[in-house]
Nanobody, 122 residues
Framework: QVQLVESGGGLVQAGGSLRLSCTAS????????MGWYRQAPGKERELVAM???????NSADSVKGRFTISRDNARNMGYLEMYNLKPEDTGVYYC????????????????WGKGTLVTVTS
C-alpha cells in the first residue's frame, strides 16, 4: 500500500509564504513523477506543478516565478514553496505521484493525498 500525506497548509495574508510538504510511504520501488494540484472553491482541480523523475518541471503559468517545486528522493518527499501568495491561490492543495510499488509490478499508478487547505486573505 502507498500513502501520500500533505502538510503545511494554513491561513496566510496576501504576500506571505507557505511551504507544503508531501510524504510518500509504503511499498515504493520508484516514484516516476511527483507534484501538486489544487482546487479552488467552485473551480475544477488544476495542475500547479509536476516534476517527472529525471525530467523537466511542468508548472502552471499562474504560479511561475512565485512557486518552487522540489523533491527529496532519498526520503520520498516533495515540497511546494509558495511566495507572494494571492487570494486566488486559495484552495485545497493535493499531492500527486505516479509510483511503481515493485520492480515486477510494471508501470506506476497515480496516487493522491487527501489535501491540505491553503487560505490566502487580502
Amino acid at each position: 500500500q502507498v500513502q501520500l500525506v500533505e502538510s503545511g497548509g494554513g491561513l496566510v495574508q496576501a504576500g506571505g509564504s507557505l511551504r507544503l510538504s508531501c510524504t510518500a510511504s509504503g511499498s515504493i520501488f520508484r516514484i516516476n513523477a511527483m507534484g501538486w494540484y489544487r482546487q479552488a472553491p467552485g473551480k475544477e482541480r488544476e495542475l500547479v506543478a509536476m516534476h517527472p523523475t529525471g525530467g523537466s518541471i511542468n508548472s502552471a503559468d499562474s504560479v511561475k516565478g512565485r512557486f518552487t517545486i522540489s523533491r527529496d528522493n532519498a526520503r520520498n518527499m516533495g515540497y511546494l514553496e509558495m511566495y507572494n501568495l494571492k487570494p486566488e491561490d486559495t484552495g485545497v492543495y493535493y499531492c500527486n505521484a505516479n509510483i511503481q510499488q515493485y520492480s515486477w509490478s510494471g508501470l506506476g499508478m497515480n496516487y493522491w493525498g487527501k489535501g491540505t487547505l491553503v487560505t490566502v486573505t487580502s
